[in-house]
């Protein structure tokens, strides 16, 4: 399957290689450097790549690209699907996934790569499993090896490997039980000029911190379940009982994982928590423009809406804006033409405004497009969607654990984004 | 390597090598190498490793491999240093070891025969009692790729096959792969392990085996056969990878098993004219011989369903390209939230999903069309992932829809990706022709963009018109006319073209305008592209056809600029252009046809997908990404026209088939398809009977035991037991077993070892500072009770554990189990006392059936009680749970919300059992328990009472 994999840095500089099979030269890569030619921006490279003798499957994160050089049919999102695993093994074992960290963690990087795949089919991906076999480095630990020449490789096959739930490591010791949950929702949504929702729906995940000693079977029930309408799961709950009861009946992972994903369709219960007027436009004569944008909170049930960022990606004739606001900071970058407003907190007595002046480049035509704007935001506290945890119960293990649920609502961030479009000509021969 | 050389020449020198020598030996023993080696400059850096390779401390030997597999990783050489690597495969130090494979693996074939000097090593870690370590002998022994080796390898996979521990077997499955690349002439030897290995019942085993199987014999489908319903039911315990890799084996197997599901439907099928004409054909068949689906068919269907909810995408998509291969046209649809889900992870897949959509959503818009918005194209997208999108909103429109996707693209050309507005405007197009009823609008809409400011979306908007106008060139000359004007405007190569052919296509309709464009065009010929060229000969022939007393002087002139252009197109164009239109003594019978030749009506062209073909491959396959058959890919076959024998994939008993099948043989064929409601459920619960591998043991039974109450058994199926947590109870005390402690749970799976016995794990601890060895079964009792012993424990470390699974026939008593532990060196007598719950078997039935079995057994074979219930366990669940928490139960449903009944048969003898708790008022119920085990039943009751009641 995977023949082996080439970490390139965006400068084009390839600084790991590992074959599982025959070495295949470097100079495959030079493929992918013709492509990234091409593309405008690293984000455009095709991923699949097909060359005389082999095929090119590459993921860009964290600025480096996973190529991996594959030989024969292979379903591509099943290497897709591997190499992302290998950038979050890699995140998760030295708390980022860089050129640095890799280079400077290189024994670890092939020793996990020789653990998680072999001659080409992924071997061992669970990170639990893989921690039992080799241990994350610490300074604490790479002191103590030094001193006792211990090593961070495990000598036992981890039992995790050989049960059905590979998932769990046995023998988990905790002095403090804990199992924390949080539901994180985003709102995806487009909205047209005038504050129509062109398209909304909700996405939310269950991220789990769960230290649990023993084998806890936990079962985490909601108050309203019937709002999920489409869901994916960590492997460990057991889907028959989801089906048949809708509870999540699971044996949980040791530390940080994703139980679950969800998405809830009701598209008119989508309620957006702000509303944007905006108004930007551009003089005929005198190339200037004027921009104007007001932000205030809309239907959140009593919470407060956070850390509210708009990000505006002007037209490239915008050379500069002279603006002011009544809350928050304001910056314009000329060279990538975005303008980003921090706004902060949005309380109900302030309504935030951005308003002022843009100067264009004189002889440019007049931009006729429209800037999009996007809109981060937080609530705390709060699941839009009105999704509940109802409770948790565990069996299996006799001490009572200490449990949590937080709800968090965002807007943007890396994820989906909202965006305001506006449609400033009227082209309304389409009606 | 410079270093090397050195050396060696000043040993030939004589007295200096000893001085050298010397003066590298006292870093070694004084243990500052390490440091040394960093500060050092780069050219000695390799002799140095060698040197820490060849000490004594085996720190210093680690921090040298380190370094080399640095080398290695940055794609640096460090084949010199194999001698002194190779020393070290022996090393005790676990770390070390596991570097010093890494670097065998990567340098074993450029240095064969010094390689063979560790295989030694290997074949004796093969022996190793430690599971890890046989198997990470065998993986390295089989990645060194020397061929002298290959009968030692072959050996060594045949052992490992065999192996007690399912990871040494996985292991062995991918060393198969890798000796048949090594040496393809093995490939008998190999099927016959891999036949082997598809036999096996570990979940680890499956994926690996089958991607062996792919690698290996992809066409001995025959193999499959006896494995295809264990591989099915073992599907979703398998681990991810390998699921994918089953899911894409089986898709091919269904195709050649199994009778095309597509029949009834094809007539109601949206855009496929060949399933009608297949329709037509079969429909005569259909009408002596119904289509029923075969069940292993259903069945596959039915266990890869829950896979739509892994979190691991390549695995949906698996299953997504299954059910669009395999499952009627009307079930596919299921498949479509779960791919829209997919839009929401990273771009890589959502470039893959997309792909596919686009191809689906040709043959199937309706899969997609409620899910349009989700396709609608964000400002970050990348460049192929919103030209995919385009093209799949552009398959998805409709006279419904089009309105609403005009809209959204109108936005789209605003956009300030040039290239991705250009793309739109061909999207535009393509709506425009598949639509008919919007064309006017789509035209009108593209020739205002005309005015627009940048020329790409100018110059596409020009050459998609130019293709609209010909698809009805009836009423538009306003449009040519206006085009005209652009010409002086523009200067994209193509949209010149463009504009210059409609002028000439139909220039009877602008007669004034076309000479004057000519002129102009004839004034900038040399400067043109050669497109531009070819059509300014194109228009000047046309014109001097049908104008020619204008325009005669002009083409002559065209025609002369063209004879001497520096392209050969355009002089080839130009000398037969001349010699057709131009009538002179030479030129033969064609002139006379010039006209009928160069003004033929033209077929408007075709806008179609460019995933139009995409479907002669599999989805979800490299080559459907490609578009081009990647090496290695596998077709997947047409429906076989005849059924092949359904009987191939039977194991053992014959029964397994029909009893599934049967009561769907009633049903009237769309009710069959519905699958709705509880229906589905039970069926679904039917099919997962021992979802732990044993799918043959439920007939096993049912056919071989023939104690009373058997009639009965074909209406009921076996049934995977609710998941209760496991009980623990303690075996041996770690004080009395001098360090040993036991405990045991029962899983309440079907035991491996025989169908009459109750399996049960014991965990064994060894709480002593010393290693623990032959741990094993001694003698047992009391008669009448069969144990099935665990295999020998040959040691267990201090502080380790080991889980041992035994299977006891305990002849449907409650009667204690006793055996003797023994170690090495002592005895331990224990007993295992089954609780009653656990000697059962859930099973499934429907309530007509349970009320008549309860029916046939009352008198002596019925007990029952009033108790007094917990208020909290009035409700369905509570008691459902408590129940099953008690007795390994199946749950019967019930019309009534007051009743609960369940089934289950005794392991041993396979009796059924039966109870009901009836809900009264006051919080009192009525607990009826009926069985011919009369003694068993009692004891039950007894039980179920003292959960019920508490609360």
Redesign the interface.
């Given at each position: 399957m995977i023949h082996s994999l080439f970490l390139v840095s965006t400068a084009g500089h390839i600084f790991l290689e590992k074959h599982w099979k025959s070495v295949i030269s470097r100079s495959v890569c030079d493929y992918l450097f013709e492509a990234q030619g091409k593309a405008s921006a690293p984000e455009n490279v095709p991923p699949v790549i097909a060359t005389p003798h082999h095929y090119l499957i590459s993921v860009y994160r964290d600025r480096i690209f996973f190529v991996a050089v594959i030989q024969t049919e292979v379903p591509p999102l099943f290497v897709i699907e591997f190499l992302h695993r290998v950038a979050e093994t890699f995140q998760d074992y030295f708390g980022e996934c860089s050129e640095a960290s890799i280079k400077d963690n290189v024994v670890i990087v092939y020793e996990l790569l020789e653990e998680m795949l072999d001659n080409g089919f992924p071997l061992a991906t669970e990170a639990n499993i893989l921690k039992e076999m080799i241990k994350p480095p610490t300074i604490l630990r790479s002191v103590v090896n030094t001193i006792t020449g211990s090593s961070n490789v495990g000598g036992t096959l981890p039992t995790g490997q050989l049960s059905n739930i590979p998932w769990r490591r046995t023998g988990v010791k905790y002095t403090n039980n804990e199992a924390y949950f949080d539901v994180v929702e985003e709102i995806d949504a487009i909205l047209d000029k005038s504050g129509t929702v062109v398209f909304a729906e909700i996405q939310g995940v269950i991220d789990a911190c769960v230290k649990l000693s023993g084998m806890p079977d936990l079962t985490l029930s909601f108050v309203n379940p019937r709002l999920l309408d489409d869901v994916s799961f960590h492997p460990c709950v057991r889907f028959k009982r989801w089906e048949a009861e809708r509870v999540l009946s699971f044996i949980p992972p040791d530390g940080n994982f994703r139980l679950m994903s969800y998405h809830v369709n009701a598209q008119n219960l989508v309620a957006i928590p702000v509303y944007v007027k905006q108004n930007v436009s551009f003089f005929e004569t005198g190339s200037s423009g004027r921009l104007d944008i007001t932000v205030g909170p809309k239907q959140t049930m009593g919470k407060t809406i956070e850390d509210v960022v708009i990000t505006v990606h002007m037209p490239k004739v915008v050379l500069n804006a002279n603006l002011t606001t009544n809350q928050g900071t304001s910056t314009y970058d000329p060279v990538t033409k975005v303008l980003v407003w921090d706004i902060g907190k949005l309380n109900q007595q302030k309504v935030p405004n951005l308003k002022g002046s843009l100067s264009l480049q004189s002889g440019a035509p007049r931009p006729d497009e429209n800037p999009t704007l996007n809109i981060d935001l937080r609530i705390q506290q709060l699941a839009i969607s009105g999704l509940k945890v109802n409770r948790l119960n565990m069996f299996g293990e006799k001490y009572k654990p200490f449990k949590g649920v937080k709800y968090v609502t965002k807007a943007g961030n890396a994820g989906p984004q909202r965006e305001q479009r506006s449609t400033f000509f009227c082209w309304n021969l389409f009606e | 390597m410079s270093t090397n050389n050195l050396s060696y020449n000043e040993q030939g020198g004589g007295a200096e090598p000893a001085v050298e020598l010397g003066q590298e030996s006292t870093p070694t023993a004084s243990g500052s190498t390490a440091a040394a080696g960093l500060f050092s400059t780069d050219f000695k850096k390799n002799e140095d490793l060698k040197e820490m390779l060849e000490s004594n401390k085996?720190?210093l030997k680690?921090e040298a491999m380190?370094r080399i597999?640095?080398l290695?990783?940055?794609?640096k050489n460090a084949s010199e240093l194999f001698p002194a690597v190779v020393k070290n495969v022996a090393s005790k130090?676990?770390?070390?070891k596991?570097?010093v494979?890494?670097y065998l693996v990567?340098y074993a074939?450029e240095q064969q025969d010094l390689a063979l000097l560790s295989i030694s090593t290997f074949q004796r870690a093969l022996k190793d009692p430690?599971?890890?370590i046989r198997?990470s002998a065998l993986?390295v022994l089989?990645?060194i790729?020397v061929p002298i080796i290959v009968p030692i390898m072959m050996l060594a996979i045949k052992e490992a096959a065999t192996d007690l521990?399912?990871?040494v077997r996985k292991?062995a499955a991918?060393?198969i792969?890798?000796l048949y690349?090594l040496d393809p002439e093995q490939k008998e030897h190999l099927i016959e392990v891999i036949d082997k290995l598809l036999k096996d019942k570990s979940?680890?085993v499956a994926g690996?085996v089958v991607?062996a199987f792919e690698e290996v014999c992809p066409d001995r489908i025959d193999l499959i056969h006896k494995n295809y319903r264990k591989l099915c039911n073992l599907l979703?315990?398998v681990?991810?990878?390998g699921q994918?890799v089953i899911i894409?084996m089986l898709t091919r197997y269904a195709r050649t098993q199994f009778l095309s599901p597509w029949r009834e439907d094809a007539l109601f099928d949206e855009n496929s004219e060949k399933a009608f004409y297949d329709s037509d054909v079969e429909k005569e068949k259909a009408d002596s011989k119904p289509y029923m689906m075969d069940p292993d068919h259903r069945l596959l269907l039915r266990n890869t369903k829950?896979l739509l909810?892994?979190?691991?995408?390549?695995v949906?998509?698996?299953v997504a390209q299954l059910y669009w291969h395999l499952a009627p046209k009307q079930e596919v649809s299921i498949v479509t939230?779960?791919l829209?889900?997919l839009l929401?992870s990273?771009?890589?897949?959502q470039?893959?999903?997309l792909q596919n959509i686009a191809t689906m959503s040709i043959q199937r818009k309706g899969m997609f069309e409620p899910f349009l918005?989700?396709f609608?194209v964000?400002?970050?997208d990348?460049?192929?992932i919103k030209t995919l999108k385009l093209e799949i909103l552009t398959n998805l429109a409709t006279e419904a829809n089009i309105?609403t996707i005009?809209?959204?693209f109108?936005?789209y050309v605003?956009?300030?990706d040039k290239q991705f507005a250009a793309t739109t405007i061909q999207a535009i197009g393509r709506c425009a022709t598949n639509i008919s009823e919007i064309t006017d609008?789509?035209l009108?809409?593209l020739v205002?963009l005309l005015s627009?400011?940048d020329e790409t979306v100018v110059a596409e908007c020009v050459v998609v018109i130019k293709k609209l106008l010909q698809t009805q060139p009836s009423q538009h000359s306003d449009i040519i006319k206006h085009m005209a004007k652009l010409l002086d405007n523009i200067t994209v190569p193509m949209a010149r073209a463009s504009i210059l052919w409609l002028i000439g296509e139909y220039c009877e309709r602008v007669p004034k305008i076309a000479p004057d464009v000519l002129r102009k065009v004839a004034k900038s010929f040399t400067s043109e592209e050669d497109i531009v060229k070819l059509q300014t000969l194109n228009l000047a022939a046309k014109l001097y056809l049908t104008n020619s007393k204008q325009t005669k002087l002009l083409t002559q002139y065209i025609l002369n600029l063209g004879k001497y252009d520096q392209n050969y197109d355009i002089r080839d164009r130009t000398r037969f252009l001349r010699q057709l239109i131009v009538p002179n003594e030479k030129s033969g019978a064609l002139s006379k046809y010039a006209k009928r030749i160069l003004l033929a009506s033209k077929p408007a062209p075709v806008l179609e997908s460019a995933f139009k073909d995409r479907d002669r491959f599999q989805l979800?396959?490299?080559?459907h990404?490609?578009n081009?058959k990647?090496?290695?890919?596998?077709e997947l076959s047409d429906w076989p026209t005849v059924a092949p024998d359904q009987s191939v994939r039977n194991v053992e008993v014959k029964e397994w088939a029909p009893s599934l099948g049967k009561p769907k043989a009633t049903k009237s064929d769309d009710k069959f398809y519905s699958d709705s409601g509880e229906e589905e459920?039970q069926e679904e619960e039917a099919s997962e009977s021992g979802s732990s591998g044993s799918s043959s043991s439920s007939s096993e039974e049912e056919s071989s035991s023939g104690s009373g109450g058997r009639t009965s058994c074909r209406l009921c199926c076996l049934l995977s037991p609710v998941?209760v947590?496991?009980k623990s109870h303690e075996l041996l005390h770690r004080m009395s077993g001098k360090g040993l402690a036991v405990s045991y749970h029962f899983p309440r799976q079907p035991c491996a070892y025989s169908h009459r016995m109750v399996s049960v794990q014991l965990t064994l601890t060894n709480g002593r500072d010393q290693p623990l060895e032959d741990i094993c079964v001694g003698e047992a009792g009391p008669p009448g009770i069969a144990i099935h012993r665990f295999a020998t424990i040959e040691r267990l470390q201090p502080e380790?554990?080991i889980t041992v699974s035994m299977g006891i026939d305990f002849n449907d008593s409650t009667q204690a189990a006793n055996f003797q532990l023994c170690t090495k060196t002592d005895q331990f007598s224990v007993s295992i006392q089954p609780a009653v719950g656990e000697l059962l078997m859930p099973v499934t039935m429907t309530e007509q059936d349970f009320l008549k079995e309860q029916g046939q057994l009352t008198g002596m074979n019925e007990s029952s009680v009033t108790i007094t219930i917990a208020p909290d366990s009035m409700s369905s669940?509570p008691v459902g749970r408590k129940v099953v928490s008690v007795a390994n139960m199946g749950v019967v449903p019930s019309s009534q919300n007051s009743i609960h009944r369940f089934a289950a048969k005794t392991v041993s003898s396979g009796s059924l059992v039966l109870s009901s708790v009836v809900l009264q008022e006051a919080s009192t119920a009525k607990l009826v328990v009926n069985t011919e085990k009369t003694v068993l039943g009692s004891v039950l009751l007894r039980e179920l009472k003292t959960a019920l009641s508490q609360g």
């Amino acid at each position: 399957m995977i023949h082996s994999l080439f970490l390139v840095s965006t400068a084009g500089h390839i600084f790991l290689e590992k074959h599982w099979k025959s070495v295949i030269s470097r100079s495959v890569c030079d493929y992918l450097f013709e492509a990234q030619g091409k593309a405008s921006a690293p984000e455009n490279v095709p991923p699949v790549i097909a060359t005389p003798h082999h095929y090119l499957i590459s993921v860009y994160r964290d600025r480096i690209f996973f190529v991996a050089v594959i030989q024969t049919e292979v379903p591509p999102l099943f290497v897709i699907e591997f190499l992302h695993r290998v950038a979050e093994t890699f995140q998760d074992y030295f708390g980022e996934c860089s050129e640095a960290s890799i280079k400077d963690n290189v024994v670890i990087v092939y020793e996990l790569l020789e653990e998680m795949l072999d001659n080409g089919f992924p071997l061992a991906t669970e990170a639990n499993i893989l921690k039992e076999m080799i241990k994350p480095p610490t300074i604490l630990r790479s002191v103590v090896n030094t001193i006792t020449g211990s090593s961070n490789v495990g000598g036992t096959l981890p039992t995790g490997q050989l049960s059905n739930i590979p998932w769990r490591r046995t023998g988990v010791k905790y002095t403090n039980n804990e199992a924390y949950f949080d539901v994180v929702e985003e709102i995806d949504a487009i909205l047209d000029k005038s504050g129509t929702v062109v398209f909304a729906e909700i996405q939310g995940v269950i991220d789990a911190c769960v230290k649990l000693s023993g084998m806890p079977d936990l079962t985490l029930s909601f108050v309203n379940p019937r709002l999920l309408d489409d869901v994916s799961f960590h492997p460990c709950v057991r889907f028959k009982r989801w089906e048949a009861e809708r509870v999540l009946s699971f044996i949980p992972p040791d530390g940080n994982f994703r139980l679950m994903s969800y998405h809830v369709n009701a598209q008119n219960l989508v309620a957006i928590p702000v509303y944007v007027k905006q108004n930007v436009s551009f003089f005929e004569t005198g190339s200037s423009g004027r921009l104007d944008i007001t932000v205030g909170p809309k239907q959140t049930m009593g919470k407060t809406i956070e850390d509210v960022v708009i990000t505006v990606h002007m037209p490239k004739v915008v050379l500069n804006a002279n603006l002011t606001t009544n809350q928050g900071t304001s910056t314009y970058d000329p060279v990538t033409k975005v303008l980003v407003w921090d706004i902060g907190k949005l309380n109900q007595q302030k309504v935030p405004n951005l308003k002022g002046s843009l100067s264009l480049q004189s002889g440019a035509p007049r931009p006729d497009e429209n800037p999009t704007l996007n809109i981060d935001l937080r609530i705390q506290q709060l699941a839009i969607s009105g999704l509940k945890v109802n409770r948790l119960n565990m069996f299996g293990e006799k001490y009572k654990p200490f449990k949590g649920v937080k709800y968090v609502t965002k807007a943007g961030n890396a994820g989906p984004q909202r965006e305001q479009r506006s449609t400033f000509f009227c082209w309304n021969l389409f009606e | 390597m410079s270093t090397n050389n050195l050396s060696y020449n000043e040993q030939g020198g004589g007295a200096e090598p000893a001085v050298e020598l010397g003066q590298e030996s006292t870093p070694t023993a004084s243990g500052s190498t390490a440091a040394a080696g960093l500060f050092s400059t780069d050219f000695k850096k390799n002799e140095d490793l060698k040197e820490m390779l060849e000490s004594n401390k085996e720190s210093l030997k680690l921090e040298a491999m380190k370094r080399i597999v640095g080398l290695i990783a940055k794609g640096k050489n460090a084949s010199e240093l194999f001698p002194a690597v190779v020393k070290n495969v022996a090393s005790k130090n676990i770390e070390l070891k596991k570097l010093v494979y890494v670097y065998l693996v990567r340098y074993a074939e450029e240095q064969q025969d010094l390689a063979l000097l560790s295989i030694s090593t290997f074949q004796r870690a093969l022996k190793d009692p430690n599971q890890l370590i046989r198997a990470s002998a065998l993986r390295v022994l089989s990645s060194i790729r020397v061929p002298i080796i290959v009968p030692i390898m072959m050996l060594a996979i045949k052992e490992a096959a065999t192996d007690l521990s399912p990871y040494v077997r996985k292991t062995a499955a991918h060393a198969i792969q890798k000796l048949y690349s090594l040496d393809p002439e093995q490939k008998e030897h190999l099927i016959e392990v891999i036949d082997k290995l598809l036999k096996d019942k570990s979940t680890l085993v499956a994926g690996s085996v089958v991607m062996a199987f792919e690698e290996v014999c992809p066409d001995r489908i025959d193999l499959i056969h006896k494995n295809y319903r264990k591989l099915c039911n073992l599907l979703v315990d398998v681990e991810e990878w390998g699921q994918v890799v089953i899911i894409t084996m089986l898709t091919r197997y269904a195709r050649t098993q199994f009778l095309s599901p597509w029949r009834e439907d094809a007539l109601f099928d949206e855009n496929s004219e060949k399933a009608f004409y297949d329709s037509d054909v079969e429909k005569e068949k259909a009408d002596s011989k119904p289509y029923m689906m075969d069940p292993d068919h259903r069945l596959l269907l039915r266990n890869t369903k829950p896979l739509l909810q892994s979190r691991n995408t390549a695995v949906v998509m698996a299953v997504a390209q299954l059910y669009w291969h395999l499952a009627p046209k009307q079930e596919v649809s299921i498949v479509t939230k779960s791919l829209v889900r997919l839009l929401r992870s990273h771009r890589e897949v959502q470039y893959i999903v997309l792909q596919n959509i686009a191809t689906m959503s040709i043959q199937r818009k309706g899969m997609f069309e409620p899910f349009l918005k989700s396709f609608y194209v964000r400002s970050t997208d990348a460049t192929h992932i919103k030209t995919l999108k385009l093209e799949i909103l552009t398959n998805l429109a409709t006279e419904a829809n089009i309105s609403t996707i005009l809209r959204e693209f109108q936005t789209y050309v605003k956009s300030q990706d040039k290239q991705f507005a250009a793309t739109t405007i061909q999207a535009i197009g393509r709506c425009a022709t598949n639509i008919s009823e919007i064309t006017d609008t789509c035209l009108n809409g593209l020739v205002l963009l005309l005015s627009n400011r940048d020329e790409t979306v100018v110059a596409e908007c020009v050459v998609v018109i130019k293709k609209l106008l010909q698809t009805q060139p009836s009423q538009h000359s306003d449009i040519i006319k206006h085009m005209a004007k652009l010409l002086d405007n523009i200067t994209v190569p193509m949209a010149r073209a463009s504009i210059l052919w409609l002028i000439g296509e139909y220039c009877e309709r602008v007669p004034k305008i076309a000479p004057d464009v000519l002129r102009k065009v004839a004034k900038s010929f040399t400067s043109e592209e050669d497109i531009v060229k070819l059509q300014t000969l194109n228009l000047a022939a046309k014109l001097y056809l049908t104008n020619s007393k204008q325009t005669k002087l002009l083409t002559q002139y065209i025609l002369n600029l063209g004879k001497y252009d520096q392209n050969y197109d355009i002089r080839d164009r130009t000398r037969f252009l001349r010699q057709l239109i131009v009538p002179n003594e030479k030129s033969g019978a064609l002139s006379k046809y010039a006209k009928r030749i160069l003004l033929a009506s033209k077929p408007a062209p075709v806008l179609e997908s460019a995933f139009k073909d995409r479907d002669r491959f599999q989805l979800g396959t490299l080559s459907h990404t490609l578009n081009a058959k990647a090496s290695g890919y596998l077709e997947l076959s047409d429906w076989p026209t005849v059924a092949p024998d359904q009987s191939v994939r039977n194991v053992e008993v014959k029964e397994w088939a029909p009893s599934l099948g049967k009561p769907k043989a009633t049903k009237s064929d769309d009710k069959f398809y519905s699958d709705s409601g509880e229906e589905e459920e039970q069926e679904e619960e039917a099919s997962e009977s021992g979802s732990s591998g044993s799918s043959s043991s439920s007939s096993e039974e049912e056919s071989s035991s023939g104690s009373g109450g058997r009639t009965s058994c074909r209406l009921c199926c076996l049934l995977s037991p609710v998941f209760v947590p496991p009980k623990s109870h303690e075996l041996l005390h770690r004080m009395s077993g001098k360090g040993l402690a036991v405990s045991y749970h029962f899983p309440r799976q079907p035991c491996a070892y025989s169908h009459r016995m109750v399996s049960v794990q014991l965990t064994l601890t060894n709480g002593r500072d010393q290693p623990l060895e032959d741990i094993c079964v001694g003698e047992a009792g009391p008669p009448g009770i069969a144990i099935h012993r665990f295999a020998t424990i040959e040691r267990l470390q201090p502080e380790a554990s080991i889980t041992v699974s035994m299977g006891i026939d305990f002849n449907d008593s409650t009667q204690a189990a006793n055996f003797q532990l023994c170690t090495k060196t002592d005895q331990f007598s224990v007993s295992i006392q089954p609780a009653v719950g656990e000697l059962l078997m859930p099973v499934t039935m429907t309530e007509q059936d349970f009320l008549k079995e309860q029916g046939q057994l009352t008198g002596m074979n019925e007990s029952s009680v009033t108790i007094t219930i917990a208020p909290d366990s009035m409700s369905s669940q509570p008691v459902g749970r408590k129940v099953v928490s008690v007795a390994n139960m199946g749950v019967v449903p019930s019309s009534q919300n007051s009743i609960h009944r369940f089934a289950a048969k005794t392991v041993s003898s396979g009796s059924l059992v039966l109870s009901s708790v009836v809900l009264q008022e006051a919080s009192t119920a009525k607990l009826v328990v009926n069985t011919e085990k009369t003694v068993l039943g009692s004891v039950l009751l007894r039980e179920l009472k003292t959960a019920l009641s508490q609360g």
